[in-house]
């Protein structure tokens, strides 16, 4: 295999983000379920429906595809986190492995999400053409990334861990690499998806209380690498002073985020 092909998602990112995976499970991922219900109600997710879950996580997506009868496969690079979405989905097939080296057949599924997944895959182009090989013809391919930085509260909280996060490698993608329209629309075309609808959903970050605000926080593999580089302390004062201007009366946080979609057809 070319070394530019080399799959090594899972060996970067399987330990930093199933090192809290059951906060992760519990606080953080919930702020995601606004934009997997979008995505599956614009696509029209049928009962019967073979659906792949590419970057699955704990499997919050994953649960509610089940829910809505389809036939659930995922994948993830974090063996803890999997662990909970098997817990979740008892009856799918989910499995440790490589975005660039998907272990399933050609043109088997219905559905194919990459909820915020494919930009932090070793080789993101590869990952992709993954996703549509596994695609059947005219299959939606769903790509889920972060909504433009501009104007959204919550960038403010992953500007906070940069100072405490070892230097990335020269020419690596950010995490709003793909939220300009175009440059997602490109990725797309580029591996032979058919670029269709691009959609942003909010989803707020909300938080009874400042503890639970630093545990889901620090529940991410961004997070876990600035707590091995630096401390779990340092960690906690840099979300500490960033989330303080998001503090409601009551003792709660509410922090705005959103996330860009682009729906594509294999």
Not at 120 to 145: D, H, M, Q, S, W
Not at 175 to 181: A, G, K, N, Q, W
Request: net charge neutral; charged share 25%.
């Amino acid at each position: 295999m070319a070394e530019e092909k080399k799959p090594r998602t899972a060996e970067i990112h399987g330990q930093p983000w199933g090192a809290r995976a059951r906060d992760w499970a519990d606080i953080q991922e919930g702020a995601c379920r606004p934009v997997y219900l979008a995505v599956f109600e614009r696509v029209g997710l049928r009962s019967g429906a073979a659906y792949l879950d590419a970057g699955c996580g704990a499997g919050m997506a994953s649960q509610i595809a089940a829910e809505r009868g389809a036939r659930v496969s995922g994948l993830d690079a974090a063996e803890n986190l999997l662990a909970i979405a098997r817990a979740r989905v008892p009856h799918g097939d989910l499995r440790v492995g490589e975005l660039e080296c998907l272990p399933f057949a050609d043109q088997t599924f219905d559905l194919v999400t990459g909820f915020n997944s494919f930009q932090f895959a070793g080789n993101p182009v590869v990952a992709l053409a993954e996703a549509r090989r596994v695609a059947k013809p005219g299959a939606y391919v769903a790509i889920v990334t972060w909504g433009t930085p501009e104007g959204m509260e919550a960038a403010a909280l992953l500007a906070a861990l940069r100072p405490l996060l070892p230097p990335p490698p020269p020419g690596a993608p950010g995490p709003f690499s793909l939220s300009d329209e175009a440059a997602l629309r490109t990725f797309a075309s580029g591996v032979g998806l058919d670029p269709a609808e691009v959609f942003d959903v909010d989803s707020p970050w909300r938080y009874p209380d400042l503890s639970t605000a630093l545990r889901g926080l620090k529940s991410s593999g961004v997070a876990a690498r600035a707590i091995e580089k630096h401390s779990e302390e340092a960690v906690d004062a840099a979300h500490a002073t960033a989330l303080a201007r998001f503090r409601q009366a009551d003792g709660s946080y509410r922090i705005g985020a959103r996330f860009r979609c682009l729906l594509s057809r294999a």
